[in-house]
């Protein structure tokens, strides 16, 4: 092939291109120059069977052509692919004003549980904590000696433990009785300063109108060098102001848990729910123990912290009137319709947590 018809095969490919009107005509174009057996391809075989100096410059040559017309589908690719693009956006509009379509979208509901466990995560976050998790099957070491309840301790009589099988090692497995353990599992990885929360269930062999063998807790955890009992109130009160969405009063009672010291019990006044006078415990709170720290590697004498659990499906109840504990777990699709949530109302600080 001599270069005049070379450049007349470049012309029309480059016009082939530039005329394809759509990805896949381009495509055609593409194999009937560059594929194995294309007009270009077929080229470059000829070269074989030329003299040295004729090949070096015919092979050069096509060459070019060949970049050529690789860069010019390329080109036309790409401004192919932005008039697909732009066609589709011009015809597929989203309306994210319009309802939602009935179906299992609208119908479905958020459980009280999950939205209290939202909104606290919400409330904590703001205040700078982030969120950690233990499992639900726990050793005996992190679920009780590791905070300070060692074996025939009586507090372990408090809790109605479910005991599983032993593991590989031959620790004791329990289904955790409270989320204080996520508190050694934080410890035990992070330096401090620490502050997490860490919701989640828990399990213990109990059951009447106000007590399910499965409930939810949520524990948080500070950690830090000067931390003491006016940030635990301070936190505790403003969670409890942001979470109640108004003035609640509430009062820290002296107690007793072998993991803080000294230790109190959370009330909350039920003003609020209709029980004018009455004060309702909502969980226990205290400044870490020593001893727990020590457990976790952590020098006492240069950090402290406080911690608290409360009880979710407790704070659930008093929020949204729900008498019944029991009714949480038994699957009813009308309790659930009349006390659930809307999937698309997520709880944010700026909105109101629960509209
Ligand atoms: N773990 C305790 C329980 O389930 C609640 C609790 C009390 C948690 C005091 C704490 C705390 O973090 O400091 O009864």
Redesign the pocket.
């Known amino acids: 092939m001599d270069s005049q018809s070379l450049q007349t095969l470049e012309q029309g490919l480059l016009g082939e291109i530039v005329a394809a009107a759509s990805l896949e005509d381009l495509e055609k174009v593409r194999i009937s120059a560059l594929g194995k057996k294309g007009r270009v391809s077929e080229l470059m075989q000829q070269l074989g069977k030329m003299e040295p100096d004729a090949r070096k410059a015919f092979g050069q040559a096509v060459n070019t052509v060949k970049a050529k017309v690789a860069g010019a589908l390329d080109e036309r690719k790409a401004e192919l692919q932005a008039l697909a693009l732009e066609a589709r956006l011009q015809t597929e509009r989203a309306d994210i004003s319009l309802p939602v379509r009935p179906g299992p979208a609208a119908e479905g509901r958020i459980h009280p549980v999950a939205q209290v466990m939202d909104e606290l995560a919400e409330i904590f976050a703001d205040m700078g904590f982030s969120i950690a998790e233990g499992p639900d099957i726990e050793t005996d070491d992190y679920n009780f000696t590791k905070l300070n309840i060692p074996a025939e301790h009586p507090a372990r009589q408090?809790?109605d433990t479910f005991y599983l099988q032993p593991d590989a090692n031959g620790d004791r497995l329990v289904l955790r009785?409270?989320?204080?353990p996520v508190?050694i599992r934080t410890m035990l990885k992070q330096k401090p300063p620490i502050r997490i929360i860490a919701p989640g269930r828990?399990y213990r062999g109990d059951s009447d109108q106000t007590h399910t063998p499965m409930f939810h807790?949520i524990?948080?955890?500070v950690i830090d060098e000067a931390t003491h009992m006016g940030h635990l109130k301070w936190t505790i009160e403003e969670m409890c102001r942001a979470f109640f969405e108004t003035d609640v009063k509430m009062r820290l009672r002296s107690s007793f848990?072998p993991?803080?010291e000294p230790?109190a019990e959370i009330d909350i006044a039920a003003d609020g729910i209709g029980k004018p006078g009455e004060w309702l415990e909502v969980?226990?709170?205290?400044m870490?123990h020593p001893n727990v720290l020590r457990n976790c590697g952590i020098d006492p004498e240069k950090y402290q912290g406080?911690?608290?659990?409360?009880g979710i499906d407790r704070m659930a109840m008093l929020k949204y009137g729900i008498p019944d504990l029991r009714e949480f777990f038994n699957a009813d699709l009308r309790w659930l319709k009349h006390y659930g949530f809307s999937v698309l109302d997520v709880p944010g600080l700026a909105g109101g947590l629960s509209s």
């Open positions: 408090d809790q009785t409270h989320t204080s508190q828990v807790q524990e948080a955890l848990f993991f803080t230790s969980g226990g709170c205290g870490v406080f911690a608290f659990g409360m």
